[in-house]
């Protein structure tokens, strides 16, 4: 599987910014699909994750002001809305699948960086 992201950038704090992230190659078995984002100094951190049945779930830090949203399994978004300058990093997309023992198996894009300006 071969995920490429898009759609970082600048943006002033309030403001909103839309990540895509579109798939390739063997997608069919993907559990799901999801976003994580790294800042500056810190571990990888998961942001949103939606499942193939369209379960959605959130960090709680982005709650109420994040959306997930995929497209079969070729497409998945982020809208990001109230953005804040602890929002800032860079923002990998993601996708897995678990095997019959429990194994998962991650696949990651190769980042976009998404800068919030106070």
């Known amino acids: 599987v071969q995920l490429q992201a898009s759609g970082g950038g600048l943006v002033q704090a309030g403001g909103s910014l839309r990540l895509s992230c579109a798939a390739s190659?063997?997608?069919?078995?993907?559990?799901?699909m999801g976003w994580y984002r790294q800042a500056p100094g810190k571990q990888r951190e998961p942001v949103a994750e939606?499942?193939?049945?369209?379960?959605e779930t959130y960090a709680d830090s982005v709650k109420g002001r994040f959306t997930v949203s995929r497209d079969k399994d070729k497409m998945v978004y982020l809208q990001m809305n109230s953005l804040k300058p602890e929002d800032t990093a860079v923002y990998y997309c993601?996708?897995?699948?678990?095997?019959?023992?429990?194994?998962?198996?991650?696949?990651w894009g190769q980042g976009t960086l998404v800068t919030v300006s106070s």
């Open positions: 993601n996708a897995n699948w678990y095997a019959d023992t429990g194994r998962r198996t991650d696949y």
């Open positions: 939606i499942t193939i049945d369209g379960t």
């Open positions: 190659g063997g997608v069919f078995g993907i559990d799901a």
